[in-house]
């Protein structure tokens, strides 16, 4: 079946308001996802100031006790359903898996707009919830006060039980796509390890989703109806419901961070111009990852009246974890030595992803030692753990995958000097904000309050004016976007001289993706010169 | 596409008499105590009887044999959600004797062992 | 096939697969991790029920003897031939068989619409004994937690109905492509998928019955 090849770029195709809401264009949907998940993510990012900005003194601020729980109970719910958990694999992967494996789309195109516009009828649920009264029980909705609350707990719930369905779709998706719409010579072993991470980032979705949802259905019953299986004046049991949640929200951490893992692969290729040290050692370690992450939910309810049995087999289980993620770690820093380095703005995102995971990684190893959990939990020993995996790991990839493939997605270049200077000022702030955390958490300072023991005033002190560094970190870098956006140079097909097939196509790619089908008859990331 | 497997119709026919007739062997069987048992067995006959709508109503007996795996993957994740959630639950009235002996704390959860609905006394 | 052309509409292969055959690979493929979801959605209500009859063994004795096994049993033979039926129209479509198709669906239909009106029967039984879910609960009973029992019992059932309806509209919508002449030989791909969505609600029920009904 020959025909004419439209050259023109996928953005020129068509234009004006329809051309988006009703496109079945995986680039159009990634691109329409990449915004969405910026403004959650800029919604999130007030809150946190706002919370921060409350902390600055022991005493109340500005916040009576109720408003600040609800703050960050936004804050959270806000970061992790519209901004981290579809962050990497909705927007990149959406936009880069076809074009990685050198397909003209997603397997199911109308199930993917399905599931974009799911995302945005869900998040419209959890926006609402914060006119109806917004939700204080925290982003895990514990059971039995998020059933007593006279917040909106109904409709923030719902909202997320919707996104998930967005999440299931979406994986569902990559995993056919995976499967069937390889061209010819890309073999399993051929694929880009992003490809990989999605795909394992896709079993998690598909697997571990359905039982958020399914938890969140049960909360609503049981808020509305008192069905009595988790409310213990009912003789229901509460744990239950930390069982239930904690089955979908810790594998969910690896949907998080797994695409991050997949990005870092990319990026430190491209950059020491060198083949991946340990191809399917990281290939099958994401798999590993993502089987395993089943098995440990129960280290979040280590003071939860968990059994002591069921506990002690929970941190075992734990340790193991770390196993497949140091792999990881490990190849990557063997890729980079002897590599040509070049260290660009998405180089310098892979070294502080480096850096900031290794931390939030090895002191998820010791919140996962049963003995020093129960001091540590819900202080600021937490809160900092999280956040160096989350925003240390996953965001720092997020930025990297933004500077790394904007010019593929834009067409545009950006200034790379601010975009250096950006990234010092964002790794920076963040170790300000969060490192202080730590040690006021080993102390003893508990999450969730926003009236403290002087004690912790000077590290919550240091820890605000960190998250103002953060601030203008984070302004720089939407200004030179939108700069670059404007009035940015024209990319190159190729600027980075990356050997993966989404550069083989135009900087932005046509509506096809490419002029004709890419035979594939090598590994992705074969440099000249260099060992394999 | 023609060339997919059609089932002959006699095949089905078989399967949904089997069907019928383990269902009669469901409540038979119901019938017996089998003591602890009771649910290791119903739950027996009733994955015999899934076991059939799988692989003959479904097809997975003639289909690629990708799609058996994600059925058995997704068991296997269900088992792992059972066994460990279970595992928990079985375990908790020796953890809160423990505590209430050691330390005098009795758990607000009035759910604390097996059977202990008898001695529930919260009003619904 | 030139026979075939003038009673059915011709499909198009979608422009991103090369080939008919890959495009039914992948719709299935796709369908079947759509089923693993679907197993996991139903895991947690079977996790809550087995923690629960765990730790009220006497309650779900005595509650479960509130339901009628007969209503149930003749639910799951419904149930089992209406996925006979749907296994046989997506042979029907195998084989370019346009009236087997339509009617085999039809009577699928009318068993899950069989299915929904002994499952209301039900419904109103327990409601007529103050068996209502959680807050409108005033059944009398020896154990004070029978009301776990039923909340469970709306929840899976409920569940489980609303799959139903949504394969009941499913088939509604097959039967209208079918009339139009979709499918056949070369393209079945929406009749399998459902069928098989079909076979899933079957096999739930298949748990649901003795777990519910048949506890002693
Ligand atoms: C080596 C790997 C990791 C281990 C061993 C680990 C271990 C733990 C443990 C034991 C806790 C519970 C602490 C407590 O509440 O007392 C925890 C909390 C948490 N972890 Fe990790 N973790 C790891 C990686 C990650 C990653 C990669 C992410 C996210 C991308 C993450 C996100 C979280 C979150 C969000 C919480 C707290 C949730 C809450 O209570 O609100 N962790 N982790
Ligand atoms: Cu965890």
């Not at chain 1, 770029?9 to 329409?32: C, N, P, Q």
């Not at chain 1, 999440?167 to 061209?183: C, D, E, K, Q, Y």
């Not at chain 1, 079993?203 to 509305?224: D, K, S, W």
């Not at chain 3, 003897?65 to 006979?84: A, D, E, K, P, Y």
Request: net charge neutral; proline share 4%.
């Amino acid at each position: 079946m020959e025909h004419e090849v439209d050259k023109r770029s996928f953005y020129e195709v068509k234009k004006g308001f329809m051309s988006w809401a009703i496109t079945l264009d995986h680039k159009r949907i990634g691109i329409m996802y990449l915004v969405s998940v910026l403004i959650g993510f800029g919604l999130g990012g007030l809150f946190a100031l706002a919370l921060r900005l409350e902390l600055i003194t022991p005493d109340k601020l500005f916040m009576a006790d109720k408003m600040y729980n609800q703050s960050f109970t936004l804050h959270g719910a806000i970061m992790v359903f519209l901004f981290i958990i579809p962050s990497i694999p909705a927007s990149f992967g959406n936009f880069m898996l076809p074009l990685m494996l050198g397909a003209k789309d997603v397997a199911f195109p109308r199930l993917n707009l399905a599931s974009f516009h799911i995302f945005l009828l869900g998040a419209a649920f959890l926006v609402l919830s914060i006119f109806l009264g917004a939700v204080d029980t925290g982003w895990t909705f514990y059971a039995p006060y998020s059933l007593h609350t006279d917040t909106s707990v109904v409709c923030a719930v719902f909202g997320a039980f919707i996104m998930g369905f967005s999440s299931i779709l979406t994986g569902v998706n990559f995993i056919a796509t995976i499967h069937s719409l390889r061209p010819p010579g890309m073999t399993w072993f051929r694929m880009p390890l992003f490809v990989w991470a999605l795909y394992s980032t896709s079993i998690l979705q598909v697997l571990a989703t359905p039982v958020l949802g399914i938890t969140l259905l049960l909360l609503m019953v049981e808020r509305v109806m008192n069905i009595g299986i988790f409310d213990p004046s009912l003789g229901g049991d509460p744990v239950l419901f930390e069982h239930f949640f904690w089955f979908y929200s810790h594998p969910a951490v690896y949907i998080m961070i797994l695409p991050a893992m997949g990005v870092m692969s990319e990026l430190v290729t491209t950059f020491c111009r060198r083949n991946i040290f340990g191809y399917k050692y990281i290939a099958y370690s994401s798999i590993a990852i993502a089987v395993i992450s089943f098995l440990v939910w129960g280290h979040h309810l280590f003071v939860s009246g968990q059994s002591d049995f069921a506990s002690m087999l929970f941190s075992l289980l734990t340790f193991l974890v770390a196993i497949p993620s140091a792999i990881k770690i490990f190849n990557w820093i063997a890729t980079m030595y002897k590599g040509s380095i070049d260290a660009k703005s998405p180089f310098l995102y892979f070294v502080a992803f480096i850096l900031l995971f290794c931390i939030g990684g090895f002191t998820g190893i010791v919140l996962g030692s049963l003995s020093l959990d129960v001091n540590l939990h819900d202080t600021y020993f937490v809160v900092a753990h999280f956040h160096y995996t989350m925003m240390g790991g996953v965001l720092m990839a997020f930025l990297g995958a933004v500077h790394y493939w904007w010019p593929k997605m834009i067409g545009k270049m950006y200034n790379e000097l601010l975009a250096k200077i950006a990234c010092f000022l964002i790794v920076i702030g963040f170790n300000v904000v969060f490192f202080p955390q730590f040690l006021m958490g080993a102390k003893g300072m508990p999450r969730r309050y926003h009236v403290y023991d002087p004690e912790f005033h000077v590290y919550h002190v240091i820890s605000t004016v960190g998250s103002w560094i953060l601030a203008v970190g984070f302004i720089m870098v939407l200004y030179y976007l939108i700069q670059s956006l404007r009035n940015g140079e024209k990319a190159p097909d190729n600027p980075w001289g990356s050997l993966t097939l989404e550069w083989k196509t135009t900087s932005p790619p046509i509506l096809e993706n490419f002029e004709s089908t890419p035979s594939v008859t090598c590994g992705p990331y074969e440099y000249k010169g260099s060992p394999s | 596409m023609s060339e997919h497997y059609v089932v002959p119709v006699k095949t089905y026919v078989k399967t949904l008499l089997t069907l019928i007739f383990l269902t009669f062997v469901t409540v038979k069987i119901a019938e017996f105590d089998f003591g602890s048992l009771n649910v290791a067995v119903a739950l027996f006959v009733a994955m015999i009887k899934a076991t059939v709508v799988a692989l003959f109503f479904m097809g997975l007996k003639w289909d690629k044999g990708f799609n058996a795996v994600i059925l058995i993957t997704s068991l296997i994740f269900m088992a792992i959600f059972f066994l460990l959630t279970l595992g928990d639950i079985e375990t908790r009235a020796q953890t809160d004797k423990v505590e209430a002996m050691r330390f005098g704390i009795n758990s607000p959860v009035n759910i604390i062992g097996e059977g202990h609905s008898e001695s529930h006394s919260k009003k619904h | 096939m030139s026979e075939l052309d003038s009673k059915f509409i011709k499909h198009e292969v979608a422009h991103h697969f090369e080939s008919a055959e890959q495009e039914f690979d992948t719709a299935k493929l796709g369908m079947w991790t759509f089923l693993g979801q679907e197993l996991l959605f139903f895991s947690a209500l079977f996790v809550a029920y087995a923690v629960f009859r765990f730790l009220y063994p006497a309650m779900f004795l005595e509650a479960h003897r509130h339901l009628s096994v007969n209503m149930g049993f003749l639910n799951t033979i419904v149930l089992l031939i209406s996925s006979f039926t749907m296994a046989m129209a997506i042979r029907s479509a195998q084989v370019s068989n346009k009236k087997h198709t339509f009617i085999y669906l039809l009577v699928t239909l009318v068993c899950a619409g069989m299915f929904m009106v002994v499952k209301y029967m039900e419904y109103m039984e327990k409601f007529h004994h103050g068996l209502l879910p959680g807050r409108w609960f005033t059944g009398e009973g020896t154990s004070e937690v029978l009301h776990i029992f039923f909340g469970l019992y709306f929840c899976l059932t409920g569940l489980h109905g609303i799959h139903v309806l949504i394969g009941m509209g499913l088939i509604i919508w097959l039967l209208i492509r079918t009339q139009k002449g979709e499918f056949y030989s070369e393209y079945y791909t929406p009749v399998e998928m459902v069928g098989l969505y079909w076979h899933l609600v079957d096999l739930v029920w298949i748990f649901l019955f003795p777990l519910l009904y048949l506890v002693g």
